[in-house]
């Protein structure tokens, strides 16, 4: 009797670490990373894919931020003509866009870019698929500090030259997230400049390589199995691909970092058609800007003196807005449904 009381707590614990041990499975998310065939060709309960779902787990705690976002918290105007997992090519040859392509609405070629994370700064100006290209690469880690694997994301269509004549070279440097990367997209690449914004995982001891952007020839570009049917990577080189959006998480970082205002009020909320903002008159100008769940700017004017503004929302998709009003150098977000 008396060990079984001494054990309790210790067979406690081993169930507690059971339990903590055991993480969702990518097909759970809202988007689907591409990952290895390896992984869909597991069992539920495989080692292989208790691995990979513990490392999926601890890279999308990791925070990133949008590659356009200024220091101010500004993201300029953009398209993406072309979504993750998108068919480039045939269905027979063709691969799928491991990525989002961003392209900006004005001064294209002199966009700047900044780090989506903190980490080791790799380049290549020489590269088949991307041209110039940035990686930066960082480890994950488990709750316990143990490292599980790492990420490296990759900008690519940069103009290495361009950023190298204005003095910036980063080459084998470390990083933090926010930091200016590169000032310049490449101006010849096909639809015009745009930024490829692909998130890659691999385990602790895989080097990568850019060949993994598909298009090859055997497992390469074999599709994986299972639920999701566009992922090509070579089982034995790596975990996969993320999707952006998983780690692009605006909402859930933002309503972290809002700070509260009392002169600030909006209502209604929920709102269909118009929103109102109600600000102290002791604010004077300010910048008003909306951005939706992608981080993308779906609104923007200044204000002078306005103690309440009116927005017509009525155009906006169904869904969950940031408000970021900016004055005298601060910035105030508030969260509204539509």
């Given at each position: ?8 707590p ?8 059971a ?40 890279a999308?705690q ?13 993201i ?31 001064n ?12 080791l ?110 992922g ?22 933002a ?25 102290d008159?002791?604010?004077g ?9 992608a ?40 969260k509204?449904?539509?």
């Open positions: 009797m008396k060990f079984l009381l001494k054990s309790l210790l067979l406690l614990l081993f169930s507690i670490l339990i903590a041990q055991t993480y969702p499975n990518n097909e759970d998310g809202q988007y689907q990373d591409m990952l290895t065939p390896e992984y869909y060709n597991s069992a539920q309960a495989s080692d292989f894919r208790l691995e990979l779902n513990k490392f999926v787990h601890f999308r990791i925070p990133f931020q949008h590659p356009f976002k200024d220091s101010l918290g500004s300029p105007s953009y398209n993406i003509n072309r979504g993750f997992g998108d068919i480039i090519g045939t269905a027979a040859f063709g691969t799928h866009h491991p990525a989002y392509d961003y392209y900006p609405a004005e294209a070629t002199n966009t700047y870019l900044y780090a989506a994370h903190d980490g700064i790799s380049t290549d100006n020489d590269a088949d698929r991307y041209r110039h290209y940035i990686a930066i690469t960082k480890d994950v880690s488990d709750s316990l500090g143990h490292i599980i694997g790492k990420i490296m994301t990759l900008y690519g269509h940069v103009d290495l030259d361009f950023d190298l004549a204005d003095g910036l070279d980063l080459e084998g440097q470390y990083v933090q997230k926010g930091d200016i990367i590169s000032k310049h997209l490449y101006s010849g690449t096909m639809g015009g400049p745009h930024l490829h914004f692909e998130i890659r995982y691999y385990r602790p001891n895989d080097t990568g390589s850019e060949d993994f952007y598909g298009g090859q020839v055997g497992d390469k570009t074999a599709p994986s199995s299972g639920i999701w049917t566009k090509y990577w070579n089982p034995s080189e790596g975990y996969g691909f993320a999707h952006p959006l998983n780690h692009l998480n605006y909402i859930n970082s309503i972290a970092q809002t700070q509260s205002h009392p002169s600030i009020s909006i209502f209604p909320n929920p709102s269909n058609d118009l929103l109102n903002i109600k600000l008159q002791a604010m100008n300010k910048l008003v800007s909306i951005y939706n769940l981080g993308r700017k779906v609104y923007q004017n200044n204000y002078s003196q306005n103690s309440e503004i009116q927005i017509n929302i009525k155009n906006l998709a169904r869904g969950i807005y940031l408000v970021n009003i900016y004055n005298n150098g601060q910035k105030f977000t508030h509204f449904f539509k």
